[in-house]
């Protein structure tokens, strides 16, 4: 069996990598994929201490199926968003969506 310890550096790397990502990238597309990688790094830490803590418990299991399809709504949302921006502005970049402001 896999130490917790490893799945908890795993996500911690893949959390920093999806958070570095959210801060540098100006795509939008690129965006919602650094979200959901750290959805997924949230998702690997509540199955890892939940396997250590109580193995025969399925919380933690449970709450990442949870976690996993509220990722799947944003995504859609998301998706929903930058297609119809693409369609007014023929670009993607977030730095010039300013279509609420008057």
Do not use: H, K
Request: proline fraction near 2%; hydrophobic fraction near 65%.
């Amino acid at each position: 069996m896999i130490p917790a310890s490893w799945a908890v550096i795993l996500s911690a790397l893949l959390f920093a990598i999806g958070l570095f990502g959210l801060l540098s990238r100006r795509n939008a597309i690129a965006i919602l994929m650094c979200i959901e990688l750290m959805l997924n790094a949230a998702n690997i830490n509540l199955v890892a201490f939940s396997r250590a803590v109580t193995p025969q418990e399925l919380t933690g299991q449970v709450f990442a199926i949870f976690v996993m399809a509220i990722a799947a709504a944003e995504a859609a949302v998301g998706l929903a968003i930058v297609i119809a921006l693409y369609r007014n502005r023929e670009r993607i970049v977030v730095d010039e969506v300013d279509l609420l402001r008057w």
